[in-house]
């Protein structure tokens, strides 16, 4: 049986409609997976030799066991921000003689499989290999790095239980970021020595291999409460209950004073508000509004004036960036049947530029108390703001002519992937990248005042420019339209 499900795979993945499509985004993440691969090997062949050089009076083995109690938060923040339960189609195999014990087993041991276990082992083992060299018990080591092993496949399998049970809320990340920064401040600030505790419980793994009978128990709990949680969605009709949810409703007569686009900024607002992925975006403004004060407040960065300016385009430019990059993809449920209404579709893109030129204008006012860490910071924000209303407004709509792949409104937002394609990867050169290059430039020939009159020059020739521009995005769109449609149509 398991063979066949690997067959099914195997052939789900070669098969699938977006398998093509997608074949740039597989080499990207390819190279990636290489990147990591090369990094945690790394890590794990020279971590004896470089805390043994560092600290030659303590011991390597000691203070790895220390130290993993960060290493536990950090996993489960990546795990439930990155790794997702693999599933596969299970509705036609439930039709089949087939018991369903035998397909949630096989789900969760092929998560055991994960690149994300697979990791920890490149430095779990040469770390481990190298302690036996050095003398270290050979038992004990085993045993101690098997306890890593099952620590790494409990965290696994403790993230897809965070996972069922955030899912269901707009806000899914809170729990687990509660949880983690809570334990991290707990032991930052020696309330309870979290650190400590976790590097005595490994320590006394490694002198008393008995006690990994402890961390065995905890992940067959573990397993058995994901396989109780998965078997009891297991039914044909799991997924056919409508959900019954009273549905708020909000004044929006203001908009008609935005003219012929005013029904389309009336479908975007209440698109927003209405759905999980695109109201949980909305809740990302604070990060961009607040970035800049994760880097101001330290010398370094206010040492470096030309750095401003990309805080300054992230900071007025995070909705634009977050709803921008997916248009016209947040429309793709009902594209085809937008497109077969009697409409210019002009007005519709120029309703998007208007909400997004909007939220710049907003985030910028409500930016101006950066203003407290120099008059400058302030100024590289306001030529910010314009070449984000002028330039990328402009060049986002273009990049979104592009898009091509299908968005699940009803998903989290919060790192989540779905419908994301090479566009997105792309678009961040010309948005983040080239803006900063060229204030940097400027700054470094000229000086700080002319680099930020450059910028704000570009931004007001996009905006004295844009009916032009407009003409241009809306041709690019009406050729790309039928591609579009068709695209949206397929299941991605």
């Given at each position: ?13 070669f098969?699938?409609?977006?398998f093509?499509?997608?074949?740039v ?19 794990g062949?020279?971590?004896?030799s ?8 303590q011991?390597?083995?000691l203070m790895v ?16 921000f990155?790794q ?7 509705i036609p195999?439930?039709?089949l ?9 096989f ?7 994960s690149?994300?276990?697979i ?6 083992i040469?770390?481990?290999?190298k ?5 270290y ?9 098997l ?14 239980i ?6 269901e809320?707009e ?5 687990i970021?509660?949880?983690?920064g809570?334990?991290?401040a707990l ?5 309870i020595?979290?650190?400590?505790i976790?590097?005595k ?10 006690y ?13 409460f994901n396989?109780k949680?998965l ?18 409703t ?9 003219g012929?686009?005013?029904?389309f ?17 909305v809740?990302l403004?604070a ?16 040492n470096?004036p030309w750095f ?5 385009v992230?900071?007025?430019g995070?909705?634009?960036i977050?709803?921008g990059?997916?248009?016209?993809a947040?429309?793709s449920?009902?594209?085809?049947l937008?497109?077969?209404q ?6 519709y ?7 997004m030129?909007?939220?710049v ?5 409500l ?5 407290f860490?120099g008059?400058k910071?302030?100024?590289a924000?306001?030529?910010a703001?314009?070449?984000n209303?002028g330039?990328?407004?402009h060049?986002?709509l273009w990049?979104?002519?592009f ?9 989290k ?17 010309p948005?983040?990248l080239?803006p900063?290059g ?11 005042e002319i ?11 996009g ?5 032009k521009?407009m ?22």
């Amino acid at each position: 049986m398991i063979k066949q499900f690997l067959s099914l795979e195997w052939k789900s993945f070669f098969r699938s409609a977006s398998f093509e499509k997608s074949i740039v985004i597989k080499i990207i993440m390819g190279f990636f997976l290489l990147y990591f691969i090369a990094m945690f090997l790394g890590i794990g062949l020279v971590l004896y030799s470089g805390l043994k050089k560092a600290f030659p009076e303590q011991d390597p083995l000691l203070m790895v066991n220390k130290g993993l109690f960060y290493w536990i938060l950090a996993d489960l923040v990546f795990r439930f921000f990155f790794q997702k339960l693999p599933v596969m189609s299970v509705i036609p195999l439930l039709t089949l003689p087939i018991k369903r014990n035998k397909i949630v087993n096989f789900v969760l041991g092929k998560s055991a499989l994960s690149f994300f276990n697979i990791l920890p082992l490149l430095v779990i083992i040469p770390f481990g290999i190298k302690l036996i060299i050095e003398g270290y018990p050979q038992t004990a080591v085993l045993v101690w790095m098997l306890a890593l092993v099952l620590v790494t496949l409990i965290i696994n399998f403790l993230n897809f239980i965070f996972e069922s049970y955030s899912s269901e809320t707009e806000l899914s990340f809170l729990p687990i970021i509660l949880l983690v920064g809570g334990l991290y401040a707990l032991n930052h600030f020696n309330i309870i020595a979290f650190n400590e505790i976790v590097g005595k419980a490994f320590n006394a793994i490694y002198n008393t291999p008995f006690y990994i009978v402890i961390l065995v128990l905890l992940l067959v709990l573990v397993y058995w409460f994901n396989f109780k949680i998965l078997i009891q969605k297991l039914f044909l009709d799991s997924g056919l209950k409508t959900k019954i949810k009273e549905v708020s409703t909000s004044n929006l007569e203001w908009t008609k004073n935005f003219g012929d686009i005013a029904p389309f900024m009336k479908l975007d607002l209440k698109l927003i508000w209405r759905n999980k992925r695109t109201k949980s975006s909305v809740w990302l403004l604070a990060i961009g509004l607040l970035y800049g004060w994760f880097f101001y407040p330290q010398p370094t960065y206010q040492n470096l004036p030309w750095f401003s300016v990309f805080i300054g385009v992230f900071s007025t430019g995070i909705f634009l960036i977050n709803f921008g990059q997916f248009i016209p993809a947040w429309d793709s449920a009902y594209y085809k049947l937008l497109m077969s209404q009697n409409i210019k579709y002009e007005q519709y893109l120029k309703s998007k530029f208007t909400l997004m030129a909007a939220s710049v204008v907003i985030l910028f006012v409500l930016g101006i108390p950066y203003v407290f860490f120099g008059w400058k910071i302030l100024l590289a924000h306001f030529a910010a703001a314009i070449y984000n209303v002028g330039v990328n407004t402009h060049v986002i709509l273009w990049g979104g002519s592009f898009n091509r792949k299908k968005i699940d409104l009803s998903t989290k937002a919060a790192f989540n992937y779905q419908g994301t394609g090479v566009v997105q990867w792309l678009i961040g050169i010309p948005l983040l990248l080239l803006p900063m290059g060229l204030f940097a430039l400027f700054y470094f020939l000229v000086g700080f005042e002319i680099a930020c009159l450059v910028m704000g020059l570009l931004g007001v020739a996009g905006i004295v420019l844009h009916q032009k521009l407009m003409t241009l995005i809306t041709l690019k769109y009406l050729n790309s339209k039928y591609k579009m449609i068709d695209a949206f149509n397929q299941n991605n």
